[in-house]
């Protein structure tokens, strides 16, 4: 098996920190992979950016904001920022 690109307990941390008590081992394995998944297809899509900046080596900050921007990255539609819970509030939840 090949090195891991996130930690296992790393992964468990972030899914207890969204409010589950109880967590399989096979969830957190799941996780890790799609996560990786997500970093690889999000990396690929920066360098292109970077690339026709003219930057074939150098991946900068501004390539990954662009990221936001464009289709590659989405936050949920229930995203609130710096919200003290765990329960997942939706806009009309407000």
């Known amino acids: 098996m090949g090195e ?3 930690s296992l307990y ?24 799609e996560l990786e998944k997500l970093t690889e297809a999000l990396t690929k899509k920066a360098k292109l950016y970077a690339e026709h900046a003219g930057r074939n080596r150098l991946i900068r900050k501004d390539d990954v904001l662009l990221l ?16 003290n819970t765990t329960k997942a509030t939706s806009i009309s939840d407000r």
Not at 10 to 33: K, M, P, S, T
Not at 68 to 83: C, Q
């Open 68 to 83: 936001r921007k464009g289709r590659a990255y989405r936050k949920p539609a229930n995203f609130i920022p710096n919200a």
């Open 10 to 33: 790393d992964v468990e941390e972030f899914i207890r920190e969204a409010g589950a008590e109880r967590i399989g081992e096979d969830a957190v394995v799941d996780l890790e992979r």
């Open 4 to 6: 891991r690109a996130f």
